[in-house]
């Protein structure tokens, strides 16, 4: 009996000891400083940070930055440097590049008009920064990584930056619970030095407004069609074959997206669906194993799809699901009710998107037994030629979305 006190005691002494020798992580790792250098660059210089130009993370986010970045940067006739914080360029992400775009080290002071800078393994590299230069950040911790940078520069060279462009595409802060890196996105929005805010949609500026932020510049732009995509829908005349085939936007990895919500509502409608056997359900977006969902039914991944595969997905699909726990409408809803798929998405705070087109099932409670009961109606009602619906012609083209560039340039000089 002694013996076994004796033992526990020591147990308890040893667990203490490790307690308080183990180390906390208290880094925040997207946040590793930039280092600038002054240089004296001959031309003005616009700078575009960006996690990352490689296939697998190009979704919407980041092609719409380099879209409007492109853009600005012909609209200016300014010279530009692309900086990629935080995944080196793969060969297929440096193709289309090629020929077009210089690529540079860290510390290297080239005058390439047009450069890209790997910038994500960055311990102990600076990258070279002049009075000509502008910056454009699209992503939290890019927008903290530039503005804390250039505190430093200021103090040590005497340099200020010039107007920031925020490309803000999300209200980043609700990417996380209350917390350090809540606190730290919503700060880089309240930044004493002055920002150009761009905001993707008119329903996210006015989300901003809602909550009490403000810039000295504001403009925004709606979502428009992918051309890829734009291109297929142009083939169809209006009208698609449908299989009993529901598409999902499947990104387990992006909690915004609400995939656990989306599988405990198809785990629900599987029992509901009375020719359930007929149907295929599909998940694109990430990459994820064949999840069961009961009744003999299972989500098949097909993992992200080049944009020409995701648009036969999209004309052969009857109906779908996708979720986005945030005021931006993202844009796999607007796709996929484009393409005639009745798509089942969520209101969120001023987000309704009922008005967009006679595709979208726009539901204010997603609890799984509503949304499974909603499906079912849908599929319930399946007929395999459908009219694609009155097109959102906004959405499907529109050549002057960037029209405000004008004014920006004139904010830039
Ligand atoms: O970059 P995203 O993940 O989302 C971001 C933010 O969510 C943000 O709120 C929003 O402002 C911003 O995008 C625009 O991308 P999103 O909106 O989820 O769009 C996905 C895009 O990816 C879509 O336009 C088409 C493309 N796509 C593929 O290329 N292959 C695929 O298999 C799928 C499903 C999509």
């Given at each position: 009996m002694k013996k076994n006190l004796i033992k526990r005691a020591i147990r308890k002494a040893a667990n203490m000891v490790v307690e308080e020798t183990t180390t906390l992580d208290t880094n925040v790792a997207e946040i590793t400083p930039y280092t600038f250098r002054k240089t004296s660059f001959p031309n003005k210089r616009l700078n575009l940070l960006v996690p990352s130009i490689n296939p697998e993370h190009v979704f919407g986010g980041i092609s719409t930055a380099l879209k409007f970045f492109e853009e600005l940067v012909r609209k200016t006739g300014y010279d530009s440097r692309i900086i990629l914080v935080d995944a080196a360029p793969s060969d297929a992400a440096k193709a289309p590049y090629e020929g077009r775009y210089v690529f540079v080290e860290p510390d290297q002071d080239s005058q390439e008009p047009r450069q890209i800078l790997p910038?994500?393994?960055?311990?102990g590299k600076s990258m070279l920064v002049s009075e000509q230069d502008y910056f454009m950040f699209t992503g939290w911790w890019t927008a903290f990584c530039a503005q804390e940078a250039y505190r430093r520069f200021e103090k040590e060279c005497g340099i200020s930056p010039k107007p920031f462009i925020n490309f803000i595409q999300d209200y980043e802060p609700g990417f996380y619970p209350w917390s350090t890196r809540y606190l730290l996105a919503d700060a880089t929005y309240k930044d004493e030095y002055p920002q150009i805010a761009v905001f993707n949609t008119g329903l996210l500026r006015d989300y901003f407004l809602q909550n009490g932020y403000h810039f000295p510049w504001m403009f925004s732009f709606e979502p428009v069609l992918n051309g890829t995509l734009k291109n297929h829908l142009d083939t169809l005349g209006g009208h698609a074959s449908k299989k009993k085939q529901i598409l999902i936007y499947g990104r387990?990895?992006?909690?915004?997206?609400a995939f656990n919500l989306i599988i405990a509502i198809l785990k629900k409608w599987v029992w509901m669906q009375?020719?359930?056997?007929q149907w295929e359900i599909l998940s694109a977006g990430e990459q994820h194993e064949t999840i069961d969902l009961g009744n003999g039914k299972s989500v098949r991944s097909v993992g992200k799809l080049t944009l020409e595969q995701y648009a036969q997905v999209l004309e052969q699909s009857y109906a779908g699901i996708s979720l986005m726990a945030s005021p931006h409408p993202s844009y796999p809803p607007l796709e996929m009710a484009s393409f005639g798929v009745k798509v089942i998405t969520n209101t969120f705070a001023n987000k309704d998107?009922?008005?967009?087109?006679?595709?979208i099932v726009s539901m204010n409670s997603i609890s799984p037994d509503l949304v499974a009961q909603k499906l079912h109606e849908l599929c319930s009602a399946y007929h395999s030629e459908v009219s694609l619906g009155k097109r959102n012609q906004e959405y499907c083209e529109n050549p002057n979305l960037f029209s405000f560039i004008e004014e920006i340039k004139t904010i830039l000089k």
């Open positions: 910038y994500s393994d960055r311990f387990p990895g992006t909690e915004r997206n009375e020719d359930i056997a998107l009922k008005d967009f087109n006679e595709n």
